[in-house]
């Protein structure tokens, strides 16, 4: 049990290394960006349950939304390695919009579980649909 535990460690530690290579390094702008993209998952899961529009095929392709999106930051890591600048990267704009996308969505879902949301903050979020 020992060995087969110390091979699962390893081969994670080696495929957490070479993910985070792949989305341009394991920094503040990247655990962020995973950071609201759980939470965004799991607040639309509990907005889903609470409104009684739980389906197991919604949860499948919001968690392979959620994968695309490290996809196309890895494509913009690419785009970054291939036309390199001094200003601001691919990769940084890319995970900022998806930033954006996620944190609206996470206000959408808490405001559907019933949640409180301040008047002003709900007119913004009306004029995003």
Known sequence: MGEWL???KIWGAGLSL????????????????ICF????????LAKAIIQKEFH??????????KV???VIVA??????????SDGIAFRSLTIGYYLT???FSILENAAGCG?????KLKDILGGQK
């Open 18 to 33: 070479m993910l985070a290579g792949m989305l341009g390094g394991a920094d503040t702008l990247l655990s962020a960006l």
């Open 6 to 8: 110390l091979r699962l």
């Open 75 to 84: 494509v913009a890591v690419m785009l970054d390695r291939l036309w390199p």
């Open 115 to 119: 949640l409180p949301l301040p008047g």
């Open 101 to 103: 996308g996620e944190g």
């Open 37 to 44: 993209t759980v939470a965004d998952y799991l607040t639309g």
């Open 68 to 70: 695309l999106i490290l």
């Open 56 to 65: 197991w095929d919604w949860m499948f392709a919001e968690g392979l939304k």
